[in-house]
T-cell receptor
Framework: DAGVTQSPTHLIKTRGQQVTLRCSPK?????VSWYQQALGQGPQFIFQ???????QRGNFPDRFSGHQFPNYSSELNVNALLLGDSALYLC????????????FGPGTRLLVL | AQKVTQAQTEISVVEKEDVTLDCVYE???????LFWYKQPPSGELVFLIR??????QNEISGRYSWNFQKSTSSFNFTITASQVVDSAVYFC?????????????FGKGTRLHILP
């Protein structure tokens, strides 16, 4: 049973660039949530996708956007990168929104120089 | 406002000792879920337990046990006979009424060092 997978594992970008991170949910899961984890902090909720729509959003600027595909995989896009966007980006999937435990992937480590 | 506080930033114990990680939460909801996740150096968050607000029974899973007390808004985690492989960062987390809000709110984590 495949767990949550994310790509790439590591990424280095420069300020002002744009980045796309990818996530494939656990088999059978249709809900994907994205979290940002700065160094030494707990993860912070960015947004959640269900049925290809953004269902819920945390306190992140519009530079953070996402997409969910018909196969339930998801992308996180960040435009106009800032140094402060350097973090571990975690994807989590669940069976349905709101009722199930979220299972996390290994994350993508983004460094913005 | 919802909040999770893990007052212990870092703990070191010698292998085979018992260790308790503290967690205090704040929420206005009567329906909520509490979680513990483990984050080894690889970075992946590993799910350990989920407890809903209506179930105050303590739970034991092998060397792990959890003590949920609504009266003190605490959800503490104890590792018995700790092992080096238990070394990781442990996060306590809260999810409020899932019909309205599905995001998980994490504490800042407790880094646990098990010394051989």
């Amino acid at each position: 049973d495949a767990g949550v997978t994310q790509s790439p594992t590591h990424l280095i970008k420069t300020r002002g660039q744009q980045v796309t991170l990818r996530c494939s949910p656990k088999s059978g899961h249709d809900t994907v949530s994205w979290y940002q984890q700065a160094l030494g902090q707990g993860p912070q909720f960015i947004f959640q996708y269900y049925e290809e729509e953004e269902r819920q959003r945390g306190n992140f600027p519009d530079r953070f956007s996402g997409h969910q595909f018909p196969n339930y995989s998801s992308e996180l896009n960040v435009n106009a990168l800032l140094l402060g966007d350097s973090a571990l980006y975690l994807c989590a999937s669940s069976l349905v929104p709101g009722q199930e435990t979220q299972y996390f992937g290994p994350g993508t480590r983004l460094l913005v120089l | 406002a919802q909040k999770v506080t893990q007052a212990q930033t870092e703990i070191s114990v010698v292998e085979k000792e018992d260790v308790t990680l503290d967690c205090v939460y704040e929420t206005r909801d009567t329906t909520y879920y509490l979680f513990w996740y483990k984050q080894p150096p690889s970075g992946e968050l590993v799910f350990l337990i989920r407890r809903n607000s209506f179930d105050e029974q303590n739970e034991i899973s092998g060397r792990y046990s959890w003590n949920f007390q609504k009266s003190t808004s605490s959800f503490n985690f104890t590792i018995t006979a700790s092992q080096v492989v238990d070394s990781a960062v442990y996060f306590c987390a809260l999810s409020e009424d899932p019909r309205r809000d599905d995001k998980i709110i994490f504490g800042k984590g407790t880094r646990l060092h098990i010394l051989p």
